[in-house]
């Protein structure tokens, strides 16, 4: 069973049907007793990382988080998800984040380097580029993906499993032992997508990576 983390911030909907149509079990709930039966957790977020850290904080959701990591429990984030597993981040003012991954989520500058401007938020279909083999890719193709968000992760080599390009790099799917992310919506990105959450699901069945 897969525990989504409800803390009031995530895109819970389209999660839990993900996981309804892998015919995967889950609970989705906020109690960390509830949570803690769980074989997985899946981290989603959707809105500012000083709100959502705020939260996980006053309800006491982000020591249970790290100290399921540290049990050993696989962790999944989702898009603002995965910029919560960072050290911190500089949206609204710096603000902590987990510290599970190293690096700073920073803000899409929108300008280029010859000084033409670009869209942000980021929104749409990127292609993703793999760099590193991982449970959470087994046997997928590189295909496209469906991004929302303004703020990337400058992180190193060593957490980074994919990236796309939107005038910087930006790291699409990152992991280190049980703690993986993916910056894009794998409910939302088709086929690519499902398939990732079915690795994840495996991953979870099995007990960790």
Known sequence: ???????????LYSVSKALERLQYEY???????????AKGLILPGVGSFRDAMGILNETGLADFIKEQVGNGKPLLGICLGMQLLFEESEENGVT???????????????VTSTGETYKVPH????????????????????????????????????????????????PAVVGQKNVLGTQFHPEKSGD????MLRNY?????????
């Open 123 to 170: 929104m749409g279909w990127n292609r993703l580029t793999f760099h590193q083999e991982n449970p959470l890719l087994a046997e997928l193709e590189e295909g496209h993906v469906y991004f929302v968000h303004s703020y990337y992760v400058d992180t190193t080599k060593d957490v980074l499993l994919a990236s796309s390009e939107y005038d910087v790099q930006v």
């Open 201 to 209: 699901a495996a991953i979870v069945e099995r007990g960790g990576l």
């Open 27 to 37: 609970v989705l709930s906020s109690d960390v007793n509830e949570l803690a039966r």
């Open 192 to 195: 690519l997508g499902v398939a």
């Open 96 to 110: 902590d984040g987990l510290g599970l991954l190293k690096g700073r989520v920073t803000r899409f500058p929108g």
């Open 1 to 11: 069973m897969i525990g989504i983390i409800d803390y009031g911030m995530g895109n």
